[in-house]
Structures are given as C-alpha cells and as structure tokens.
Antibody
Framework: EVVLVESGGGLVQPGGSLRLSCAAS????????MSWVRQAPGKGLEWVAN????????FYVDSVKGRFTGSRDNAKNSLYLEMNTLRAEDTAVYYC??????????????WGQGTLVTVSS | EIVMTQSPATLSVSPGERVTLSCRAS??????LAWYQQKPGQAPRLLIY???TRATGVPARFSGTGSGTEFTLTITSLQSEDFAVYYC????????FGQGTKLEIK
C-alpha cells in the first residue's frame, strides 16, 4: 500500500520560512516523479512543484518560483519543500503526491493526507 | 495557461441516479485529462486518467470520455459514498485543475 505522510506545517509570519517533509512507503520511491499540490481553505487544487526521480528536473508554478525549492532524498524515501518569503496567499493544505505518466505529463495517483500551512501575523 | 472550466458548480441528485459532469479546456489537451474525487476533510483520490482509464480500485460505475477540449465524467447509479467534489485536471501543458463540481444529495 502506498503511504505518504506530510509533516512540518504550522503558523508562520509573512516573510518567514517553513520546511515541509513527506515520508513515503509502500512503493519504489526512487522510480517516481513526486509533486506538491496545495489547496487554500475552501478553494480548489493548485499544482505547486514537480521533482524528477533523480532531481535533474524541477518545475514550479510561477507564483512560487524563486521562493520555494523542492528536493528529495531517495535513500530516505523522503520529499521536501523549502518555503521562503511566505505570503498570506500561500496559506493552504499542502499535499505530497506521487506522479505517474511520463516526463511530458503527470497525473497524480496517490496523495498524502496533507499538512496545513498558515501564513499570518 | 490552460484554463479548465467545470460545469455545473453544484449538482443535486438522488441516490441511484445517473449523473454527468463536464469539463472544458481552453485549448486542446488531447487525452491528458484526469478526474479526482474529494470528500470533506480528505485528500483527493484519482478516479480517471488519460481521459478514460479508471485508476486501480475505482468502481466500474465511474467512466470518463472525451478528448481535445471537451470531457465528461459519468457516474451511473449514484451511491451514498459518491457525494463529493469532483475535479478535472489537465497535464498536457503544465498542470491545471478545474474549480470543481460539488455533487450533493437531493
């Protein structure tokens, strides 16, 4: 069974930083693209980032480019999202997601339970 | 950016009925379209990918059709556990989701 468990969310002031983690189990982590998708309270879903199996490719939605950095440790079956210069509009539940498909396009076949990030003073 | 538009925003239906949800892309996405189900307080769950392929464990009452810019998700004989919000997502050019269709009990 694929299991993805996020941690690291919490309350942070505007301009602050936070690091999210995701522990993966139940599949060959190093063989999959991994992604972050977020959902603002009461709103829809927004893709945030994709990280390729070997970290050779990383893609981000425009609104987080230069502020968020995704990474992974295949030896630890772990995914990370370093978030800097946080803004109120980054407030959301952040989901760790497994990507399937191909390098040219992914659908998201397994999701964690999410971790809430609240940016507020 | 490819904009995904779902209709209707809310659909009130009775258990046992058949329902069709629509998703339109602002430009062609081929068959690179997925559907997700999200229940309150839960993470989304993949239902359909490649426009018409059911994900592992998804009941046969869920089916997806379409290509290009017009897509539909059909649920035959609605069960109580099917009342949720449904999102479409394109993965042809980056990744964008529709705003969701809420399926509620009539």
């Amino acid at each position: 069974e694929v299991v993805l468990v996020e941690s690291g969310g919490g309350l942070v002031q505007p301009g602050g930083s936070l690091r999210l983690s995701c522990a993966a189990s139940g599949f060959s982590f190093s063989r999959y693209w991994m992604s972050w998708v977020r959902q603002a309270p009461g709103k829809g879903l927004e893709w945030v980032a994709n990280i390729r199996q070997d970290e050779s490719l990383k893609f981000y939605v425009d609104s987080v480019k230069g502020r968020f950095t995704g990474s992974r440790d295949n030896a630890k079956n772990s995914l990370y999202l370093e978030m800097n210069t946080l803004r109120a509009e980054d407030t959301a539940v952040y989901y760790c997601v497994r990507g399937s498909g191909s390098d040219s396009g992914l659908y998201f076949d397994n999701w964690g339970q999410g971790t809430l990030v609240t940016v507020s003073s | 950016e490819i904009v995904m538009t779902q209709s209707p925003a809310t659909l009130s239906v009775s258990p046992g009925e058949r329902v069709t949800l629509s998703c339109r892309a602002s430009q062609s996405v081929g068959s690179t379209l997925a559907w997700y189900q999200q229940k309150p307080g839960q993470a989304p769950r993949l239902l359909i990918y490649a426009a018409s392929t059911r994900a592992t464990g998804v009941p046969a009452r869920f089916s997806g059709t379409g290509s290009g810019t017009e897509f539909t998700l059909t649920i035959t004989s609605l069960q109580s556990e099917d009342f949720a919000v449904y999102y479409c997502q394109q993965y042809s050019f980056w990744y964008t989701f529709g705003q969701g269709t809420k399926l509620e009990i009539k």
